[in-house]
């Protein structure tokens, strides 16, 4: 009985894994020179831990890795992050973490999956350093980009830059988060699922690293739990 269950549950949160990112599928994709998370801004809701929230039009800024709301007057970034729960976009959650936001993918489970996402830029070739250990410009801080006409609200960076994108993917542990860089780390996360994990992902070609599959692999982690 608890087999069928656990099934039918894997069943229905991949489905619901499936339809949340639906959302998105009619809409124009992301150009290479856009610096944002969506390819359009989508009416999101922003839940304080006051209780209250406030309904806008919102997308994250991954290459300055703020959330940016537009009121249709203008555009600015979510400031006082110490005071926000959560924030949802197009049925998806994010959290901020220090400075920055996480989405929170499969956000019931026992262990959800935390995505890191941010961008650096490259420029004739060469990495320029922003949101990146490999600093090799000059140019390698916040405000020289603002100096450059580049800015947090820009939808569309000036055509001698490249928008690298990155995903980083991460668990909560007690004492902050552990950075999973391979599958093996999966055995810590779900001890004893090792050989389970190992053959489904065999079994479903997933990718490590690619958003959709690292979701659908913390789906079935979190069933085989149970």
């Known amino acids: 009985m608890k087999a069928t269950i656990t099934v039918v549950f894997l069943f229905m949160s991949l489905s619901a894994l499936r339809a949340q990112r639906d959302v998105d599928a009619g809409t124009e994709g992301i150009t290479e020179n856009s610096p944002y998370l969506f390819p359009a801004w989508n009416r999101g809701v922003v839940h304080f831990k006051t209780g209250d929230s406030r309904e806008t039009l919102l997308n994250y800024n ?4 703020q959330m940016i709301f537009n009121d249709g007057k203008s555009m600015l970034a ?6 926000i729960d959560t924030v949802r976009i197009a049925g998806r959650k ?13 956000a019931s489970a026992a262990v959800p999956l935390y995505i890191h996402y941010r961008a650096q830029l490259v420029l004739a070739g060469t990495n320029i350093g922003f949101g990146s250990s490999n600093q090799t410009a000059p140019s390698e801080n916040l405000e020289s980009f603002r100096i450059g006409n580049v800015t947090p609200y820009d939808t569309k960076i000036p055509d001698k830059y490249k928008v690298e994108r990155q995903v980083e993917f991460l668990v909560k542990k007690k ?3 552990l950075v999973l860089t391979g599958a093996k780390q999966l055995g810590d996360v779900f001890p004893g699922k090792e050989k389970m994990i190992r ?15 690292m979701e659908k692999l913390f789906v079935f982690c979190n069933v085989s739990m149970q």
Request: net charge negative.
């Open 62 to 65: 991954v290459l300055f890795q």
């Open 78 to 83: 979510l400031d006082k992050l110490p005071t």
């Open 94 to 106: 994010f959290v901020v973490v220090d400075t920055i936001f996480y989405e929170v993918a499969s």
């Open 175 to 177: 004492d902050g988060f």
């Open 199 to 213: 053959q489904y992902m065999r079994d479903h070609e997933i990718a490590w690293g690619k958003v959709e599959d």
